[in-house]
């Protein structure tokens, strides 16, 4: 089956400065790669997600990549807040069934 | 309505108890599905129902038995549980499901706790 992994697994970074986690996978059928961010005691939140036929999408500071033949899609955020403080997951998706990666726990410190 | 809900919010249940969790969505959406979350870790997915009919189980122990009695009703029935069956659990759901790459949405989740 597909496998995720994300990096890093922890991320800390002052306010107004950019963030970057990285994910692979396995599965070259994968087709679609959705980000959710996850404050503590909350539900898992869509922040962006990316189809197999896009390289970028861009939303306000957020932004993924996909690289399709090097099998890696990243998140980047821009002039971190402190209210970004989350863990973040990416997954990649085969048929509707999504596969996680392990998490990234960010923190912005004001 | 754009939200999935879930109920209870938070449940504790002996390992002789009979529960059931409840999942429901109104946004028309054909596609419904159970993950089960630990501590720390990412949802894990348990089953997947499109258009009513289950289409994935994760080889789930039949411990947790899944039902959808209709397009916007998600059930999860446990019975006979284990302490390390404690965890949150999510429903989520998404416009058409497995045909289809489409976006999944969370509901707030069931804290269960097996005593």
């Not at chain 1, 189809?51 to 970028?56: A, D």
């Not at chain 2, 501590?39 to 899944?66: C, D, G, H, Q, T």
Request: proline share 6%; glycine share 6%; charged share 20%.
């Amino acid at each position: 089956g597909e496998n995720v992994e994300q990096h890093p697994s922890t991320l800390s970074v002052q306010e107004g400065d950019s963030a970057v986690i990285k994910c692979t996978y396995s599965d070259s059928a994968s087709n679609y790669f959705p980000w959710y961010k996850q404050e503590l005691g909350k539900r898992p939140q869509l922040i962006i997600d990316i189809r197999s036929n896009v390289g970028e999408k861009k939303d306000q500071r957020i932004a993924v990549t996909l690289n399709k033949t090097a099998k890696h899609f990243s998140l980047h955020i821009t002039e971190t807040q402190p209210e970004d403080s989350a863990v973040y997951f990416c997954a990649a998706s085969i048929h509707g069934k999504l596969t996680f990666g392990q998490g990234t726990i960010l923190t912005v410190h004001p | 309505d754009t939200e999935v809900t879930q109920t209870p919010k938070h449940l504790v249940m002996g390992m002789t108890n009979k529960k059931s969790l409840k999942c429901e969505q109104h946004m028309g959406h054909r596609a419904m599905y159970w993950y089960k979350q630990k501590a720390k870790k990412p949802p894990e997915l348990m089953f997947v129902y499109s258009y009513e009919k289950l289409s994935i189980n994760e080889s789930v122990p039949s411990r947790f038995s899944p039902e959808c009695p209709n397009s916007s009703l998600l059930n999860l029935h446990l019975h006979a549980l284990q302490p390390e069956d404690s965890a949150l659990y999510l429903c989520a759901s998404s416009q058409e499901g497995s045909s289809v790459p489409d976006t999944q949405y969370f509901g707030p989740g069931t804290r269960l706790t097996v005593l």
